[in-house]
């Protein structure tokens, strides 16, 4: 237990001695200068370890003799003197004694005498009095004394006003006794106390022990100081707690119990994106927006950075499938550049076929853009590249489905359909389609290009690094583009999947766009609800599946046909009507 008294020594030594009547559990005492350099109270033992500030002491010159110098006629002219006389040496002065009393002699020896009157090493307010009385004088003196070449000149005579001895005492600055004696603009000396400490000697009694100084004349962080051991309460050897809980570590926030002392109190953890980074921190504080708190929630952590990289399973998994795809595509190309002459190249529109496949190499390699930390090129390379390459291999589809129809129309007798859709209006068809999305994406990068930015809203403890659409319209008039393609070739190529051919192209134009259509429209809610850098997953899947759904179904049969059963790459088996 620890006691925190502030009180004068008078009323303190009543307590005292009540608690000295039975014993007690020991008790860490700190008292104010008013009892804690009290001499007198150090006979209650049980108060050892007792701590607390005083005035600096000080042994003044020749208070020791002048208090010494005291003969039976001093005393008896002083009544004062007279009751110390006879107190300390327990006799009567004079000849009035009463029949147990001894009278006072003259044998008896004040220089041989141990009391607090003849102890001057622990002078501390008389000290202050003393100090005192000095700059008084140098006030005085600086009042009425001028000097004048080395010389000092002082008029007695002069009257000295309060207010002229006032502005005198606040500009003192001596040296007596050891110690400086000056005052601030406020007034006041400079704050100087020891720490005392109630010790016990080897001889079993208390003693007032000096252990540190309090100076705030020194700079700062020096100004108090502990130079020897301190004791504490019986039984003590570590220095007492006096909280009814312990620190709060780092982390943590101090909460006050209900309806207990200020001392009592619960540690809470910080919540979730706030740390505390002192001990017993009453709050907690957010990290700043990119940095977010440590396990321990001392200290804030940058944020990491996440997006879909080279270096993770996942952007593998898709570079490999996108490399794969335009392999694929290049291998397909040189399958039919090399069989360019079959029946079966030659049917199905071989310019149109190796411009799909071109586009088609480019869908798969566009893909890549998507992978990788998000720059301003990138960003704006990636929605732009999807778009148009996509409108380019939708306008080969478009046109080949087109030239089936046509085909067909052109067999009906009295027919001159074909020389008005002919390989210059079916270039023609491609480039147009593909102007349309060229421009679209021209309008959207000059006046809202597509920019990286930093996500800090999906995820709490983490920042998403990706590509701001800068216009969501633009973004999605290119992707409504596509979608009205594909939605207008699968209608055409529907209409004419029932053609007699033996091998109507169509019916592959068919399967392939319902797998785009399928893609794409599952792509919509999959984008908007994929968070962070599986929204660039998501897409990157799309582009891909799309691709190879185009691909496969379009191009596979006819390179089974070409590769394994070349016996029907003939033109026979082309015009055989089903």
């Known amino acids: 237990m620890v006691v925190v008294a502030f009180v004068a020594a008078t009323d303190l030594r009543i307590l005292m001695e009540e608690l000295s009547r039975e014993p007690s559990p020991p008790r860490q005492w700190i008292g104010s200068e008013s009892w804690v350099t009290n001499q ?11 701590i607390g500030f005083g005035i600096q002491r000080s042994v003044i010159p020749g208070v020791r003799e002048f208090l010494l110098d005291l003969s039976p006629t001093k005393v008896a002219a002083s009544p004062v003197l007279t009751e110390f006389w006879e107190e300390a040496f327990n006799c009567r002065l004079g000849k009035t004694a009463a029949v147990d009393e001894r009278v006072c002699d003259g044998s008896e020896d004040i220089q041989t005498l141990q009391s607090q009157y003849t102890d001057t090493s622990q002078l501390r307010i008389t000290n202050m009095v003393y100090k005192a009385v000095y700059a008084i004088a140098h006030a005085i003196h600086n009042s009425v004394c001028q000097e004048t070449n080395s010389t000092t000149q002082c008029d007695k005579t002069t009257r000295i006003e309060s207010k002229q001895l006032l502005t005198q005492l606040t500009k003192v600055n ?51 100081s502990i130079n020897r051991n301190l004791t504490w309460m019986e039984g003590r050897t570590q220095v007492p707690v006096s909280v009814c809980s312990d620190s709060c570590p780092p982390g943590t926030r101090k909460v006050l119990q209900k309806g207990k002392p200020i001392c009592c109190y619960d540690c809470i953890l910080c919540p979730e994106g706030e740390i505390s980074n002192a001990t017993d921190s009453p709050d907690c504080f957010p990290c700043p927006k990119e940095f977010w708190p440590n396990a321990e929630r001392d200290s804030c952590l940058p944020k990491p950075v996440e997006f879909l990289s ?42 149109l076929s190796f411009l799909l496949l071109f586009s088609l190499t480019l869908c798969f390699l566009c893909s890549l853009t998507f992978i990788g930390a998000p720059t301003e090129w990138s960003c704006m390379l990636r929605h732009t590249a999807f778009g148009i390459t996509f409108v380019l291999c939708i306008s080969c589809v478009l046109g080949k489905t087109i030239v089936v129809l046509m085909a ?24 147009s389609f593909t102007f349309v999305q060229v421009l679209i994406c021209t309008i959207w990068l000059v006046l809202s290009p597509p920019f990286p930015k930093k996500n800090l809203t999906t995820y709490k403890e983490r920042i998403i690094l990706e590509c701001a659409l800068g216009s969501d319209i633009g973004f999605w008039v290119v992707l409504g583009y596509i979608g009205l393609l594909a939605a207008f070739c699968l209608v055409l190529a529907v209409l004419a999947r029932k053609l007699p051919d033996n091998f109507n192209e169509a019916k592959l134009i068919t399967f392939s766009m319902l797998i785009f259509c399928a893609v794409w429209i599952t792509f919509i809610p999959a984008y908007v609800s994929s968070p962070g850098k599986f929204t660039v997953a998501v897409e990157i899947f799309a582009i891909l599946a799309s691709s190879f759904g185009l691909i496969l179904c379009i191009f596979a049969p006819k390179c089974f046909i070409i590769l394994f059963r070349p016996e029907k790459n003939t033109k026979k088996f082309l015009m055989n009507k089903t």
């Open 40 to 50: 007198d109270l150090l006979r209650f033992s049980f108060c050892a370890g007792a």
């Open 174 to 224: 001596f040296s007596q006794n050891g110690y400086d004696v000056s005052f601030d603009a406020n007034g006041d000396p400079v704050a100087t106390y020891e720490l005392v400490n109630w010790q016990k000697s080897e001889s079993g009694s208390l003693e007032l022990v000096t252990v540190g100084f309090y100076d705030a004349s020194l700079p700062a962080g020096q100004e108090f």
């Open 310 to 351: 080279f270096d993770e399973v996942l952007g593998i998994i898709l570079a490999a499938f996108s490399v794969a795809g335009a392999c694929l595509a290049i291998i397909t190309a040189a399958v039919f550049f090399h069989h360019r002459t079959s029946p079966i190249v030659r049917a199905n529109n071989s310019e």
């Open 408 to 431: 067909f129309k052109a067999t009906l007798p009295g027919s001159n359909v074909m020389k008005w859709f002919g390989p210059p209006q079916q270039r023609m068809t491609v480039v």
